[in-house]
């Protein structure tokens, strides 16, 4: 087996940066990158992009140097990702700071509404929601730690404090106005406060079961990507009609836990979810139509028979 | 800041090009464009020499607002065609930017000025109007001659040089006008909920008019910056091949 040796071109400027030797054909672009991370320290694998035209889409990290046609002298194009960040680091940070802030509002209302805040006493439904928000929070915190599988490893920096201010800022608008002495409880009283409230338990084991179906589907340690199916939960038949039923069970228990608690700023941060939710599913959905031939065709992304 | 982003949206590619390719060749499209850009350009022209005029016989800035109303929100609030031709593809701009930057002006305009009567004898509405109107005169009739082919140069020099001053008189005239705003709309409760009611939610109309005055101060210095750094690159090469 010859050595290969291939050149690194900026994907920008076009410039020569270094050319690595050493390579086989069954070397990977992981080894690629391990390569350039040894000459150039400051770009951490993760860090590095590489594409076979400049103005292509990168190349995967388990690909071959034969497989992408890279014989001796043939160029891949670098491009600098950024500062990364571990997917892991990104959700428990974005995560955790619901759940704090709503606790804040909740148990220690005189540091946000005044000192006459602390004797008012709580509706019911004060109550419930904070169950509910605090439940959803720290069973999403537990699935990053236990239930997700990541197929990358990183994402942007700059990522973190975009998500964060997101999260934290809906936290506090929510918080602000449920926990409010002057917040009054639901029109329909018990019935929408307790039919609320089962809706919300209902989407949160419906979003639940979709992400251990996910989990499961995909060998520790691999990156394999296969058909989302029904198992044996009834949770997850809703894989019948739609590519990413875990967003739209979490669409419902906001939906949900807007109506329990008939807070116009819940609706928004609903609103505001089920949007970036519906472009993700759609992108999720396209490329699982692109990448499986048999993929059923009677799905939809997002909202059955909808979006 | 509405001075400043109106000018951002064709800065970001000289001119403006046609979204789809076939709506290019589309003479029907073209036509209703030409006639926007040159009602708008007439119309801000109209506005110019409406100014002119009373500055000049009456000296009178108190009562400038009244003499210009009818025509400035004609055309400022025809503006948001704009945004709906770059929705639908008429023209190729980026919608959110557009929507942004025509939200702003109309907002100044509906929402403070028609707003709150007693900003509208304030100098400060001189200041944003000159801004206002000398950029649209210019942009719009930049905008006809890029439907035609061809801009004078003349034409993209004004585009470019103008802005220099007619931004910071333009958004010291629209911050002040929200400013002297403030206490009115604190006065009235205009625009306003608040707690208890039945959709748990509360909004200050003073506090929303505080923070815009706020953002303006990153935004500008970024407007301008991006302005000025277009000018270096379109300025200092006239023969340089007009890009589409």
């Given amino acids: 087996m010859f050595s290969k040796r291939v050149q690194i071109l900026h994907a920008r400027s076009g410039e020569l940066i270094t050319s690595l030797g050493d390579l086989q054909p069954k070397s990977t672009i992981y080894d690629v990158k391990k390569a350039f991370a040894k000459e150039k320290r400051k770009y951490y694998p993760d860090r590095q992009g590489f594409k076979t035209d400049p103005r292509g889409k990168m190349v995967k990290d388990g690909d071959t140097l034969e497989s992408l046609g890279l014989k001796n002298g043939s160029r891949l194009y670098f491009k600098d990702l950024g500062p990364q960040v571990g997917w892991t680091t990104v959700f428990l940070t974005e995560y955790a700071g619901p759940l704090v802030i709503y606790l804040i509002f909740y148990l220690r209302p005189s540091i946000v509404y005044g000192e006459d805040a602390a004797e008012l006493p709580y509706a019911n439904v004060v109550h419930i929601a904070a169950g509910c928000w605090s ?22 920096i700059a990522n973190i404090f975009k998500n964060s201010v997101y999260y934290w800022g809906f936290a506090a608008f929510v918080a602000y106005f449920v926990n409010h002495p002057l917040y009054t409880p639901p029109a329909y009283g018990d019935l929408q406060v307790y039919g609320g409230l089962a809706a919300f338990v209902i989407a949160e084991l419906g979003n639940l079961s979709v992400h251990i179906a996910l989990r499961n589907l995909r060998p520790p340690g691999t990156k394999e990507r296969k058909i989302p199916r029904s198992t044996s939960n009834p949770f997850t038949w809703l894989f019948g009609l739609v590519s990413c039923p875990n967003y739209s069970y979490e669409a419902t228990a906001w939906l949900a836990f807007t109506v329990m608690t008939q807070c116009l700023p819940a609706g928004l941060f609903m609103l505001a979810g089920f949007y970036q939710m519906a472009v993700w599913a759609q992108g999720k959905h396209r490329n699982y139509l692109k990448e499986f031939k048999e993929y059923p065709r009677r799905r939809a992304a997002i909202v059955p028979f909808v979006l | 800041m509405a001075t400043a982003t109106v000018k951002a949206s064709s800065a970001g590619g000289d001119g403006r090009r046609k979204a789809n390719p076939n709506m290019g060749e589309n ?6 464009l030409v006639a926007y850009n040159v009602s708008q350009m007439l119309g801000w022209l109209v506005l110019m020499i409406k100014i002119i005029h009373h500055m000049a016989a009456e000296q009178d800035v108190e009562t400038l607002y009244a003499q210009v109303e009818p025509i400035l929100k004609i055309f400022q609030t025809a503006a948001v065609m704009e945004m709906v031709h770059s929705a639908i593809g008429l023209v190729k ?43 649209e005169i210019i942009r719009y009739s930049f905008y006809f001659f890029s439907l035609l082919g061809q801009v004078p140069y003349f034409l993209k020099w004004c585009r470019y040089t103008f802005f220099i001053i007619l931004y910071p008189i333009g958004v010291t005239g629209e911050v002040m006008t929200i400013y002297l705003a403030l206490p009115h709309v604190l006065e009235s409760d205009m625009y306003s909920v608040s707690l208890p009611n039945t959709a748990n939610i509360s909004f200050s ?38 890009k589409e």
């Fill in chain 1, 135 to 156: 439940f959803h929070y720290a069973k999403r915190l537990l699935e990053t730690v236990f239930v997700h599988r990541f197929s990358h490893a990183t994402m942007p």
């Fill in chain 2, 27 to 32: 003479n029907a499209v073209k036509a209703y």
């Fill in chain 2, 93 to 135: 701009s980026n919608p959110v930017l557009t929507g942004f930057q025509v939200f702003s002006r109309v907002f100044l305009l509906w929402g403070v000025v028609w707003s709150v009567p007693e900003v509208q004898t304030t100098g400060y509405i001189l200041c944003f109007l000159v801004a206002w109107t000398i950029t």
């Fill in chain 2, 205 to 242: 109309y003073y506090y929303y008019l505080c923070f815009i005055i706020f953002s303006y101060l990153p935004v500008f210095p970024q407007l301008y910056g991006h302005m000025l750094a277009q000018r270096k690159k379109i300025i200092s090469s006239p023969q340089r091949p007009k």
